[in-house]
């Protein structure tokens, strides 16, 4: 059990750009989670993948999120056209079906956009 | 919506002293989970607590589960300076397992 890792770990961005973040999880968790947390704040949902459908999108994530995992393992989360509003840190978490639901966490993505 | 509203926000004690940190919630939660965050890392799980009334205990950290599951307490004995972090408490609903968390609390332990 290597954990959940996350990649890059600190992403900086010009305004307008667009980024992308990727999740593996601990492989053999079924469910893969996003959230973003802001400073001072704890977690905020945005969006979970059972294997590889998308089950749940909150309306925090905009139409210019969008996040998929293609082949029920890793996955990607995009943000197109980036604001400054969008900084914060972006977890993932990995979790699996009826099992209390604890989910465990990767280190995040710090994202700053100037 | 579902609240989960943690308190203190902020915790400054010093080492060897007691502290208390509360989770209530007007919803009930199928299970509510702790974790402890450093700086610039993600939450580390500690606990897991499903029944109502349910009581875990983790070295010196006592988790308790309220009996209704509305609510739930992270109390920590005889504090020390590797306590310090980001306290968060997350409650899930049973439906997808998506967390709502607390605000968190700040515990500073000072030497």
């Known amino acids: 059990d290597t954990g959940v890792s996350q990649d890059p770990r600190h992403k900086i961005t010009k305004r307008g750009q667009n980024v992308t973040f990727r999740c593996d999880p601990i492989?053999?968790?079924?469910?893969l989670y996003w959230y973003r947390q802001t400073l001072g704040q704890g977690p905020e949902f945005l969006t979970y993948?059972?294997?590889?459908?998308?089950?749940?999108k909150s309306r925090l994530l905009s139409d210019r999120f969008s996040a998929e995992r293609p082949k029920g393992s890793f996955s990607t989360l995009e943000i197109q056209r980036t604001e400054q509003g969008d900084s914060a840190m972006y977890l993932c978490?990995?979790?699996?079906?009826?099992?209390?639901?604890?989910?465990?966490f990767g280190p995040g993505t710090r994202l700053t956009v100037l | 919506t579902q609240l989960l509203e943690q308190s203190p926000q902020f915790l400054s004690i010093q080492e060897g002293e007691n502290l208390t940190v509360y989770c209530n919630s007007s919803?009930?939660?199928?299970?509510l989970q702790w974790y402890r965050q450093e700086p610039g890392e993600g939450p580390v799980l500690l606990v897991t607590?499903?029944?109502?009334?349910e009581v875990k205990k983790l070295k010196r950290l006592t988790f308790q589960f309220g009996d209704a599951r509305k609510d739930s307490s992270l109390h920590i004995t005889a504090a020390q300076t590797g306590d310090t972090g980001l306290y968060l408490c997350?409650?899930?609903?049973?439906?997808?397992?998506?967390?709502?968390f607390g605000q968190g609390t700040e515990l500073s332990v000072k030497p």
């Open positions: 919803s009930v939660f199928s299970s």
């Open positions: 997350a409650g899930a609903n049973n439906q997808g397992g998506k967390l709502i």
């Open positions: 978490a990995s979790g699996t079906s009826g099992n209390t639901d604890t989910q465990y």
């Open positions: 993948f059972q294997n590889e459908a998308q089950l749940e």
């Open positions: 607590v499903v029944t109502g009334g």
């Open positions: 492989s053999e968790h079924n469910r």
